[in-house]
């Protein structure tokens, strides 16, 4: 790197980025830019760079508009990325085995957190029960979330510590709903708040070195504390990735302002899960019979969000299934009779993950303006022929699911998000996994892909949150908020990634082409990562 002493007026420096590949439409053939007072000042060819204080020459690489994840949970995740991860786990056996590892370095009181598995990967999908966790962490508490975080495996001790739950919990040890929610709270709650705070720290700073430069915060009564919220919304842009609060709490919007969250929406559950069997659906489950939970009727919904109109708050919906998302949309229309459509389409209200809809509830999307907050990488992992989608709804529900093609398509807004640690951080990941769907006639293209994973996720912002309607894009007077890239496979006609393979037998959920390693992450003229191979090397 090297340095110039021009000035500035603002008495920050001016940053020149150039010997670039930007990702940059407007300007064609662009290769450098120029960061003054946290904005973009310029753009071009190196040739005709301006003078600045300071040069960052990127040696190449490709630079684009950073991502944003627009649903995470960052306690879990730092948890997960310091912690227990048993997402590779393929066997009851091996779990406990892994729980008996971590635990014998923990001290004799500590509670075991842990989190991942997944019994529809297992030959044999049996968990183990309360007694073989005790056994196994030592009499421990043990409190393990399933990859969706809407059931849990956890120890005798830990049932003890709900008043009733040993009686109630069948299996012995595998809980959900309520009970789920009770037993979360008490692991929890065994987290000083140092620990939170290196969690959520952890969690954040992965983000920000996976090219994500603003995360949206998902939490809510049954899925943090109020405290684990705050503390989160606390470290926003503090070096780290700037954090927008979602606040899911019935009828909450007023204590969701005094948290300090931007909306009462995110995790307010309309439903659970696929992976537990409470996603509620229309028609049962092929692998139990039941249609799942639901736990907000249309009345329910339609209150909330006047509440959320009224007090001028964007409002949102957890809801995965058809049966859940109906209940929504009817909701929509309940509330409209009472506030207007229009007044209720100017809020931009959310639903988070709608992952079974059909024509009419989709098109309740485009009259009522909703946003759809979605999860490419849930395809990915559990869609298709002969994943968890398949054994739970069957084929032909399982191709239907997570329809972004038909939802881009007629103009709804897609943010796209990991849920992490339910899918992992991310984004290129994210991107290819819409564009290599199982179900061909839901892919995305690789731009709009990406444009849902940039600037959708600042358009899902409620109305006023976000500062230029530039948010997203390497555009003049835009935020500079990009990052930079190193693409093995190379840059595609269009100005992206290669993310597919040539061959079309290897493209897919599982195409083998290596993805784009961040090199460094600005937001608003501020480097929140730098790989630490290029710090060294003054370059990219």
């Known amino acids: ?73 960052a306690t879990d995740t730092g948890l997960v990325l310091s912690g227990l991860d048993l997402s590779s786990v393929r066997s009851p056996a091996e779990l406990v085995d892994r729980v008996a590892g971590f635990a014998a370095g923990l001290p004799a009181d500590a509670v075991v957190l842990g989190h991942g598995w997944d019994e529809s990967t297992w030959q044999r999908p049996v968990p183990p029960d309360a007694g073989q966790l005790s056994a196994a962490s030592g009499g421990r508490r043990v409190y393990l979330s399933q990859a969706s975080i809407h059931s849990a495996l956890v120890s005798s001790e830990m049932l003890a510590a ?34 939170r705070s290196s969690a959520q720290r952890a969690a954040l700073a992965a983000a920000a070195g996976a090219g994500i430069a603003a995360v949206h915060e998902c939490g809510g009564p049954q899925t943090s504390s109020e405290s684990d919220f705050v503390g989160v919304l606390a470290m926003s842009g503090d070096g780290l990735p700037e954090v927008y609060g979602y606040w899911g709490e019935f009828l909450g919007a007023a204590r969701a302002r005094e948290l300090g969250a931007v909306a009462a929406g995110g995790d307010l559950y309309a439903d659970g899960a696929l992976g537990s069997r409470t996603a509620y659906l229309s028609q049962p489950y092929v692998d139990d019979g039941g249609c799942g939970s639901c736990f907000l009727d249309a009345g329910q919904v339609a209150a909330h969000l006047v509440d959320c109109v009224r007090s001028g708050v964007q409002g949102g919906f957890h809801a995965i299934g058809d049966a859940a998302v109906a209940a929504v949309v009817d909701g929509f229309a309940v509330a409209a009779g009472e506030v207007g459509v229009e007044r209720l389409r100017a809020g931009r209200h959310r639903v988070e993950h709608v992952e079974l809809v059909d024509k009419r509830l989709i098109g309740a999307f485009v009259e009522f303006g909703v946003v759809a907050s979605v999860q490419p990488a849930f395809d990915r992992l559990w869609g298709g022929e002969s994943q968890m989608y398949a054994a739970r709804l069957g084929v032909d529900r399982a191709l239907a699911s997570n329809p972004f093609g038909a939802l881009h398509g007629v103009g709804v807004t897609l943010a796209f998000g990991s849920d992490s640690p339910v899918t992992p951080l991310d984004p290129w990941g994210g991107v290819r996994a819409a564009a290599s769907h199982f179900n061909p006639a839901s892919r995305l293209a690789v731009r709009s892909a990406f444009a849902a994973h940039t600037r959708g996720g600042w358009r899902a912002l409620p109305p006023g949150v976000v500062r230029t309607a530039q948010e997203g894009a390497l555009a003049l007077g835009a935020a500079a908020t990009f990052a930079v890239w190193e693409t093995p496979a190379g840059v ?27 090199l460094r992450t600005v937001l608003r003229g501020r480097e929140i990562f730098v790989a630490p191979d290029r710090a060294a090397a003054g370059v990219g």
Do not use: K
């Open 1 to 73: 790197m090297t340095t110039r002493t021009v000035g500035s007026e603002a008495g920050l420096p001016v940053v020149l980025y150039r010997g670039g590949r930007l990702y940059c439409p407007a300007v064609p053939g662009a290769t450098a830019l120029v960061v003054r007072d946290g904005r973009i000042g310029w753009l071009g060819a190196d040739v005709d760079a301006p003078p600045a204080d300071v040069v960052v020459d990127l040696a190449g690489a490709l630079v684009t508009p950073a991502f944003v994840d627009a649903h995470v949970h």
């Open 492 to 518: 595609s006609a269009d100005g992206l990634p290669v993310l597919v393979a040539e061959d079309p037998a290897l493209r897919g959920p599982a195409d083998p082409t290596p993805l784009p390693r961040c």
């Open 162 to 195: 709900v008043p009733g739950l040993a009686e109630r919990s069948d299996p012995p040890g595998w809980v959900r709903e309520d009970d789920h929610h009770a037993v979360r709270a008490v692991a929890f709650g065994s987290l000083t708040s140092a620990q």
